[in-house]
Nanobody
């Protein structure tokens, strides 16, 4: 299983970014996918999740209305569209999947929201 995030960077408050997570080594279309984030000195927290078909999504209250999760099973990729970014969204963003009791994480991509 390999998960590779991309799309992070430095953005001004109010700006947008789209993160991508390219998956390989498993049947992507069969698995729930999630995005988490971890800010300095804080615990890793769930941001959003999406069912295997994309028909169900779960968005954390802290980002609801600003972030959207989607997936393209033909490309084995899950996305996180982040709009109206705030300084408190600054964190390393990780994608994750779970097979049985085993969690698989990407290496993370840094998102910094600052003027």
């Amino acid at each position: 299983v390999q998960l590779v995030e991309s799309g992070g960077g430095l953005v001004q408050p109010g700006g947008s970014l789209r993160l991508s997570c390219a998956a390989s080594g498993f049947t992507f279309s069969s698995y729930y996918m999630s995005w988490y984030r971890q800010a300095p000195g804080k615990e890793r927290e769930l941001v959003a999740g999406i069912s295997s078909t994309g028909g169900f999504t779960n968005i954390a209250a802290s980002v609801k209305g600003r972030f959207t999760i989607s997936r393209d099973n033909a490309k084995n990729t899950v996305y996180l569209q982040m709009n109206s970014l705030k300084p408190e969204d600054t964190a390393v963003y990780y994608c994750k999947t779970q097979r049985g009791s085993e969690n698989y994480w990407g290496q993370g991509t840094q998102v910094t929201v600052s003027s």
